[in-house]
């Protein structure tokens, strides 16, 4: 019991500035009929921003980019998490790779 109490009391104080500071912006980016939208997307500069791709299509697509570095494969009716950024003033082009004809947007970083 001795122990429980300085521990809660660590918890908290640590609780409060970590729910206080807020975290990188969060852009919301939509797959249907495998298209991106919106297909263009503006980000802060030197920033980092959390992507929220959320997948509307039956078939699975893959966020790709080779600008950016990243590559996630988000299944049907899913959502995923894709962390960019810090990134320099500029265009980051990224497409589906399931559907690159289609599926295709960029990131402009200002
Ligand atoms: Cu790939």
Same mark, same amino acid.
């Given at each position: 019991m001795k122990y429980i109490v300085p521990r809660l009391i660590l918890l908290l104080l640590f609780a409060v500035p970590l729910s206080a500071r807020s975290g990188p912006p969060v852009i919301t980016l939509e797959i249907r009929d495998h298209l991106f939208f919106p297909d263009t997307i503006e980000i802060p500069a030197n920033q980092k921003v959390k992507l929220l791709v959320i997948n509307r299509d039956d078939t699975a697509e893959e966020f790709e980019s080779f600008e950016l570095n990243r590559e996630k494969i988000i299944p049907g009716g899913a959502k995923a998490i894709i962390f960019i950024g810090p990134l320099a003033p500029g265009e980051y082009p990224f497409f589906?790779? *399931? *559907?690159p004809k289609t599926a295709q947007g960029k990131v402009i970083a200002r």
């Open positions: 589906g790779e *399931f *559907f």
